[in-house]
């Protein structure tokens, strides 16, 4: 799973799903070479309307699969102010992890999710990225929790 600190967004500005969506399409398609911000968005939004990522505890992990995509992408988003994500407990989200993975690499794409739904049930963890100061701590505090 690939992940860097151009993949954190800390001050995401969307004040819906869909445009919490978009604004991280548009986002992520800057950081990696070949993606497009519509086709993550479309992506995106697909998996969504199966039903919502938001797994609880302020917390959602909106992820798909992505052609001419050859690695696996870990991204972490912040609202300050929370978005209704018709998370499971009904309380709006405030970290999103999402998580881009090959068409192909069904295994691996369902792997990563397994790996990062583990680390989302350590409660500290979750504290100290909500009270992260800035970008860098939040990639710190990701990084380091991440299994090499």
Do not use: W
């Not at 994500?85 to 369902?110: I, M, N, R, W, Y």
């Amino acid at each position: 799973m690939f992940f860097s600190p151009q993949r954190i967004f800390d001050t995401l500005q969307a004040k819906t799903k869909t445009e919490l969506l978009e604004e991280l399409s548009l986002a992520l398609a800057q950081t990696e070479p070949g993606l497009e911000a519509k086709s993550l968005f479309k992506v995106l939004k697909a998996r969504e309307d199966l039903g919502s990522t938001g797994i609880g505890k302020g917390v959602a992990i909106p992820h798909g699969k992505v052609a001419n995509l050859d690695k696996t992408l870990l991204a972490l988003g912040r609202s300050p102010e929370g978005i209704d994500f018709a998370s499971q407990d009904g309380e709006k989200c405030f970290l999103f992890f999402v998580l881009l993975g090959p068409t192909e690499a069904t295994g691996e794409h369902l792997r990563a999710l397994a790996q990062i739904s583990r680390l989302l049930k350590k409660e500290e963890l979750i504290k100290q990225l909500y009270q992260a100061p800035d970008a860098q701590s939040l990639y710190e505090i990701l990084n380091q929790a991440l299994p090499d």
